[in-house]
């Protein structure tokens, strides 16, 4: 294998591709000393069990007190992870790592008489300390919501024993990410020039783009053959992750572990359900995109391997890390001058881990605490695709600066739902870049077809996760016991109804999800979908209207937690509480498709 394509050591890629998590703590005596003050400050919070409805005072020094703790715990997790992150391999920070989740879970365990007590309170008594105290108001919504959701919330025992089993709870998430990321090997392929390359989450897509059709045909070969020869291991991992699922939501008196996790948010399950029914709607031009990758690609048959090959020949261009960043910030133009001098600030403060090393957490995603950078992992591969991942995972962090900018620790995160509005925003101002200054019809066939693959990727496949994941917990819910073959059949049905019957189908997709980390975040994969449709409807609203549109997104990414999801994309022009906005989305598609075949119709 040539020295230039085999994997690199953590230590042999330069500094400046490295994030800068010594911006959290220059010295780990330091994460031990904030690892032993959360410790105390989690031991000193029990002395406000019974005491949080004597005042309005007591219960917003309880408030604050109990932000410090976590925001010292989560600084604490978030640098162990990441450092363990860099190299899934070193002792070191998997200990860390493995504390650190320790520590959370016994947070919970100290702090989970709060909840409780506070919807055990009278009624009137928390909305009569809101009108007493100003202070406390900061912290409005978040009682408020806390009252709406009262009927789920068990007795202060319950509570303390649901927290002390949340780190056996997470097991199966633990399990599945050592599989994953340090046990499981895919082997080697020859690549287009002939070069032995092992296979690597961080490569497989590349590989899966190969215009040799061989190439992609031996790397899905030994990616799935890989999973299914831990497929009962996998499937009993992904089987109790999801009956704990299904049991906690029972516990918590909730009809399904659907709506369990849907009502974080205050997302009805008529939006989850909708987004599924009207995406099987149009599943007819996804199976015409199908048809005509089919013949774009000149084949008698096509296979679930040719799904990302190029349909047009483009000269093989290395792109390296600087000229993507150049890329980006040209295609984010219209989010205006603070929004590009921030992001230019944050790329040269370190945000960014930029590549693939061995042992490194594959994938890419954008982190940090309330009081750090907003971290970006990647690992780039020096494709123009990598381009999009960049402009995706900064759109995360740039919505994490702002919102932290503004919002109080309490506000400083955000919903999924809102999200991955920030990240596909900038992808579809990206993409109208691009598409706007091309004028070669070979270069815009390429560009149309990353867009319209992002657009399947995005709302079809993630719509199909969706709904994999409904029936798999249904199914437990039911009392059904999850085998690999059971999961594979599920899976492949659907996969044969969303791809539909032009392709070629064989075993091995059926244990495609045995691969998907997001599904042991459950019902996580649909907020893709419905980022991306909103996405597209404001990308759209800033392109047409400028100024106006642009602040109100501003606005909308500094807003944070501080209200609803639904409530806030309102705010943002997009009301997702109706089908209206997937069916636009839907339309959109379509119309790529109609361009796509007027380009190729003389072919």
Known sequence: MSDSKKLKQREEIEDRYKWNIRAMYADEDIWEEDFQKAEKLAEAFGAYAG??????????????????????????????????DEDNRTARYQELSQRAQSLLSRISAETSFFTPELTELPEGTIEAFLA???????????????????KHVLSKEAETLMAKMGEIAGAPKQIFSMINNADIRFGTVRDEDGDEIE?????????????????????????????????????????????????????????????????????????YRSLVDTVNRNLGVLHRYVNLRKKILGLDEICMYDMYAPLVDMPKKNVPYEEALEIVRRG?????????ADLERGIEAGWIDVYENEGKTSGAYSFGSYDSMPYVLLNYNNQFKDAFTIVHELGH????FYTRRKQPYIYGGHSIFTAEVASTVNECLLMHDLLADCTDRNEKLYLLTIYIEEFRATVFRQTMFAEF????????????????????????DLNRKYFGPDVAYDDRIAMEWARIPHFYNAF???????????????SEKILKEGRPARDAYMEFLAAGDSDYPIELLKGAGVDMSTPDVVESAMETF??????????????
């Open 397 to 400: 962090s740039m919505n994490s």
């Open 524 to 538: 996580y994969v649909y907020k893709y979908a419905t980022g991306y449709s909103a996405a597209v409807a404001i």
């Open 132 to 150: 007493e105290k100003e202070e406390l108001r900061i912290y409005s919504y978040l009682l408020e919501d806390l009252i709406r959701r009262r």
């Open 469 to 492: 994941e409904l029936a798999v917990h249904e199914a437990v819910g039911r009392g059904e016991v999850m085998t690999a073959e059971r999961l594979c059949q599920i899976y492949g």
């Open 590 to 603: 379509r119309g790529l498709i109609d361009q796509l075949e007027e380009l190729v119709k003389n072919d």
């Open 332 to 340: 984010l133009r219209p989010m205006g001058e603070e929004y590009l």
């Open 199 to 271: 296979v690597t989450h961080g490569n497989y897509i590349s590989l899966m783009e190969s215009s040799d059709r061989e190439v992609r045909k031996a790397a899905y070969e030994r990616l799935y053959d890989a999973y299914t020869a831990q497929k009962n291991t996998l499937a009993s991992t992904y089987y109790y992750n999801v009956r704990k699922n299904c049991i906690v939501s029972g516990i918590r008196s909730y009809p399904s572990a659907l709506a369990a996790e849907l009502d974080g948010d205050n997302i009805p399950e008529e939006v």
């Open 51 to 84: 005491t949080l409805g004597k005042s309005a005072q007591n219960l917003l020094q309880a408030l604050r007190d109990r932000d410090s703790l976590w925001m010292t715990a989560e600084k604490v997790y978030v640098y162990a992870q990441m450092k363990k």
